[in-house]
């Protein structure tokens, strides 16, 4: 079953027990996923991979909401926005631990020789690219900054 249609059946579900905390991140997630579908040359298909990148995307999204919300003593708006952000991220693959992305970083420098911050954008890219879906970008940067300096 293809993450669209799991959406779908999903939504379809949360209706039925009238759960408005999840039908309301599913129903954003099948809009991003329809606007990937129709953009100009994908042909009405999406790829897995860019399927995931709309997923971080809105995790990502809400994640800044939720800190700006806190910052502004809104806590209720934060809480919020981080119920949403989890039940996308259930869609996500599993995310790994900084010791397992510390490991694939150190793999990539001495792969690559990097030796210095002016490396780091090779190594990051290279990063990104193995552990695509599995990390968030800022979490493979600090790593890569702390692992070069």
Same mark, same amino acid.
Request: glycine share 6%; hydrophobic share 45%.
């Given at each position: &079953?293809?993450?669209?249609?799991?959406?779908?059946?999903?939504?379809?579900?949360?209706?039925?027990? =009238?759960?408005?905390? *999840?039908?309301?991140? $599913? #129903?954003?997630?099948?809009? @991003?996923? $329809?606007? /990937?579908?129709?953009? *100009?040359?994908?042909?009405?298909?999406?790829?897995?991979? /860019?399927?995931?990148?709309?997923?971080? *995307?809105?995790?990502?999204? #809400?994640?800044?909401?939720?800190?700006?919300?806190?910052?502004?003593? #809104?806590?209720?708006?934060?809480?919020?926005?981080? #119920?949403?952000?989890? @039940?996308?991220?259930?869609?996500?693959?599993?995310?790994?631990?900084?010791?397992?992305? =510390?490991? %694939?970083?150190?793999?990539?420098?001495?792969?690559?020789?990097?030796?210095?911050?002016?490396? &780091?954008?090779? @190594?990051?890219?290279?990063?990104? =690219?193995? $552990?695509?879906?599995?990390?968030?970008?800022? %979490? %493979?940067?600090?790593? %890569?900054?702390?692992? $070069?300096?």
């Amino acid at each position: &079953m293809s993450l669209f249609d799991q959406i779908t059946s999903d939504i379809k579900a949360a209706m039925l027990a =009238k759960d408005k905390d *999840k039908l309301e991140p $599913l #129903r954003a997630i099948k809009s @991003v996923l $329809l606007l /990937a579908a129709s953009e *100009k040359g994908a042909g009405g298909n999406i790829s897995a991979e /860019a399927e995931i990148k709309a997923l971080q *995307k809105q995790v990502k999204q #809400r994640k800044e909401a939720a800190e700006i919300y806190q910052s502004q003593d #809104r806590n209720d708006l934060a809480g919020v926005e981080l #119920r949403q952000a989890k @039940v996308i991220e259930a869609y996500l693959p599993e995310q790994l631990g900084e010791e397992e992305i =510390k490991a %694939v970083i150190s793999k990539i420098i001495s792969e690559t020789k990097a030796s210095s911050m002016a490396d &780091m954008g090779k @190594v990051i890219g290279a990063a990104m =690219k193995e $552990l695509s879906g599995q990390t968030d970008g800022k %979490v %493979v940067s600090s790593l %890569v900054k702390e692992m $070069l300096i």
